[in-house]
């Protein structure tokens, strides 16, 4: 059985004067293919903001993964799904079954259209 190993390069951004921010969960976690995965992503803003999460593959640019534009949004793609939780300000990426093709870096990000800030966080797989 292969092993996908998610690689979280702890990285913490805040942009803006307002203090808006994502952080994600430190460390790295070995998982074998079939396995649930859970990467927490949580946010700090004073806006409404669009939380997105984006995937790079190896050799390749950043590309949009998920995007969830309000509260209780649900974004899927690809077998990852994460919903926009106003309450707990959290996006967490989700996958029932991970698969050594899932192997790449993933940043949760935020962006607030009406100041113009933006934060993030990578995490690789």
Not at 15 to 25: A, H, L, P, R
Not at 49 to 63: F, I, M
Request: charged share 20%; with cysteine; glycine share 10%.
């Amino acid at each position: 059985m292969s092993k996908v190993t998610w690689y979280n390069l702890f990285i913490f951004f805040s942009g803006g004067i307002n203090g808006d921010s994502v952080v994600q969960t430190e460390g790295q976690v070995l998982l074998s293919e079939g396995d649930s995965l859970i990467v927490n992503c949580s946010y700090e803003t004073t806006q409404y903001p669009s939380l997105l999460w984006y995937v790079q593959y190896p050799g390749e640019g950043p590309q949009l993964l998920l995007k969830a534009m309000k509260a209780n949004d649900n974004g899927r793609n690809k077998g990852f799904e994460a919903t926009y939780r106003k309450e707990t300000t959290s996006f967490h990426l989700e996958k029932d079954s991970v698969q050594e093709s899932d192997s790449a870096v993933y940043f949760c990000a935020l962006s607030v259209t009406v100041t113009g800030t933006a934060g993030g966080a990578e995490h690789k797989l």
